[in-house]
């Protein structure tokens, strides 16, 4: 029997490693399952382990306000190594590109114990943007044993680095497993209802290379296309930041139509995301949820390691400069057919069955 470590410690991790760990449970006379989760983020990870019904096993509780970067490295790496030495795991799975994957990774890498990158492969190419996310992964991905790639573009961009073809396995990625437990027709919520009357564009933006003056540029396009269109709604989930929330404040404080919302649990996101007309993002996860959901995507960034969806026509990079978002955003509220197109387009990030995929290469 394997024992199976994964080490989640942030929201979208969780989103996307707690179908994997139910998955994984299902299969219990061939893997003995251990989650250790770090706290990198505390009320946000703990709301989505509830959903999923998912207890850890360990939980490294790092999280302290203002942490940084170095903070949260150090310490996943101190509370690592006495949780792999107890544990000694035949196989520890990370996901993605947070500091806490890299950080456990690179404690595996320390301990010679062998990784598996969940979500492997994705790449801009550029160490700034996303930052720190993009060294993360590449970082990851030079330690990694088994690299479970979410799409054949993924998989290209290992093996261009050397990985070997017979490490990389094309699953499909996870977040696609975890709208199959979440979306429900029955859901209801009071903000829904405020905007039942309207076209609802969810605003996701919280990403540190967009902190400061391209925050504020995103918000001004946003706001300019709203007063422009009397038939739209925004609800904006407001990252927990205070660098964020003041941002949003100051330019979307007061507006009748722009609603400023505390960050929504998993179940009510997935719902929120499902009932848009449109969604504004800077997030990496919700260019690959939405396709599956038929809701178009402006991306607001600059670069996306998540190519596939822009290729696809499901997704649009918008950029961060005021007139580029603007006119972006306008063009899908006004023409019709462009919508339709990118509404319709089918989700190239796979079929909701990664997990099982993954689990059925790990039992080899």
Not at 186 to 207: G, N, Q, Y
Not at 303 to 332: C, H, I, M, Q
């Amino acid at each position: 029997m394997k024992k199976i470590m994964l080490v989640f410690g942030t929201r979208p991790e969780a989103i996307k490693m707690c179908p994997l760990v139910l998955e994984l449970k299902t299969r219990g006379s061939m893997f003995h399952t251990v989650v250790c989760v770090t706290g990198q983020h505390r009320e946000m990870l703990d709301s989505v382990l509830q959903a999923f019904d998912v207890t850890p096993d360990y939980d490294l509780s790092i999280m302290d306000s203002g942490q940084t970067l170095f903070d949260i490295t150090t310490k996943v790496m101190q509370g690592m190594r006495g949780v792999l030495e107890k544990e000694r795991p035949d196989v520890v799975l990370v996901h993605g590109d947070t500091t806490t994957t890299f950080a456990a990774a690179l404690s595996c890498y320390y301990l010679g114990i062998p990784v598996g990158h969940v979500e492997a492969g994705l790449r801009t190419y550029n160490i700034q943007a996303p930052y720190p996310e993009e060294f993360n992964r590449q970082a990851v991905d030079i330690v990694t044993e088994y690299n479970f790639a979410p799409t054949e573009t993924s998989r290209d961009n290992l093996l261009r680095e050397g990985k070997r073809p017979e490490t990389v396995f094309v699953t499909g990625n996870t977040a696609i497993d975890a709208l199959r437990t979440t979306v429900r027709n029955s859901f209801t919520h009071p903000d829904l209802d405020w905007a039942a009357d309207s076209r609802l564009i969810i605003l996701t933006a919280h990403r540190r290379e967009n902190l400061g003056a391209p925050l504020l540029r995103i918000f001004r396009a946003i706001r300019r296309v709203v007063d422009e269109c009397a038939d739209i709604k925004v609800i904006y989930p407001v990252h927990m930041n205070p660098v964020v929330g003041d941002a949003a404040k100051s330019i979307f404080g007061g507006h009748p139509r722009i609603r400023l919302i505390p960050p929504l649990d998993v179940l009510q996101f997935h719902n929120f995301l499902a009932r848009s007309y449109l969604i504004l993002t800077d997030s990496g996860g919700i260019q690959e949820e939405a396709p599956s959901l038929g809701k178009p995507v402006l991306v607001l960034r600059d670069t996306t390691e998540r190519p596939e969806g822009v290729e696809a026509g499901t997704l649009r990079l918008a950029g961060t400069n005021e007139n580029d978002v603007y006119e972006s955003f306008k063009l899908l509220i006004t023409d019709k057919a462009l919508y339709e197109k990118m509404s319709k387009t089918a989700n190239p990030y796979g079929d909701g069955f990664a997990s099982k995929r993954i689990a059925d290469a790990l039992a080899t």
